[in-house]
Nanobody
Framework: QVQLVESGGGLVQAGGSLRLSCAASGRTFSSLVMGWFRQAPGKEREFVAAITSFGTYSYYAESVKGRFTISRDNAKNTVYLQMNSLAPEDTAVYFC???????????????????WGQGTQVTVSS
């Protein structure tokens, strides 16, 4: 089992920045592909970003490319999501997810992730 705990959410003005963290425990972190998803009120959960087990490759949704950066520190069992140039449409609950085995073509699919955190709220005011 893997436990994931997100932190770093909050209220920020449009154009501002936030850094989300997700601390993992319970399994060798460096073996996991990590992802971030988000869900806005009344909408389906959507892919935001993912990073391979040693950070070699990262993937982004088109809507956040160039503004968000995913990274990981395997020594700290933590994955990060740096969010810059935030806009009101980025408002959502952000979830951290972990996958034991996933192919690159499937990193955007929430069903391919085995473990999920509880989520952290990000609110961007205009």
């Amino acid at each position: 089992q893997v436990q994931l705990v997100e932190s770093g959410g909050g209220l920020v003005q449009a154009g501002g920045s936030l850094r989300l963290s997700c601390a993992a425990s319970g399994r060798t972190f460096s073996s996991l592909v990590m992802g971030w998803f988000r869900q806005a009120p009344g909408k389906e959960r959507e892919f935001v970003a993912a990073i391979t087990s040693f950070g070699t490759y990262s993937y982004y949704a088109e809507s956040v490319k160039g503004r968000f950066t995913i990274s990981r520190d395997n020594a700290k069992n933590t994955v990060y999501l740096q969010m810059n140039s935030l806009a009101p449409e980025d408002t959502a609950v952000y979830f951290c997810a972990a996958s034991r085995a996933i192919v690159p073509g499937s990193v955007r699919l929430s069903t391919k992730y085995d473990y999920w955190g509880q989520g952290t709220q990000v609110t961007v005011s205009s």
